[in-house]
């Protein structure tokens, strides 16, 4: 559905720390290591779900399924937003 790339100052262990307690805070679901794992977030119209890989300074994203009246931009600039 979904794809699109992070890219952080911070150390890998940093950044998906970070990834891990915002979607956690927000009564997500986490399961990964440093290297890829997968996510799901519960939301009022619907369940963001996807998965997430680690490459060098680059934390991509790839959104599997997103309530259809939720454009791909919208999850990109909240992710990105909480991210940088």
């Known amino acids: 559905m979904c794809k ?6 911070a150390t890998a262990d940093e950044v998906v720390s ?5 979607i956690e805070e927000s009564g997500g679901r986490f399961e ?4 890829q794992g997968r996510y ?3 939301l009022p119209m619907g369940s963001v779900e996807g998965a997430y890989s680690v490459t060098g300074g680059i934390l991509s994203f ?4 997103k309530p ?3 454009p791909c931009a919208v999850i990109e600039t909240f992710l990105r937003s909480r991210l940088s």
């Open 40 to 42: 799901t977030v519960k």
């Open 68 to 70: 259809m009246i939720m």
């Open 4 to 9: 699109f790339d992070v890219s952080f100052s």
């Open 18 to 22: 970070k990834a891990k307690s915002m």
């Open 62 to 65: 790839h959104i599997t399924k």
């Open 32 to 35: 990964g290591n440093v290297g």
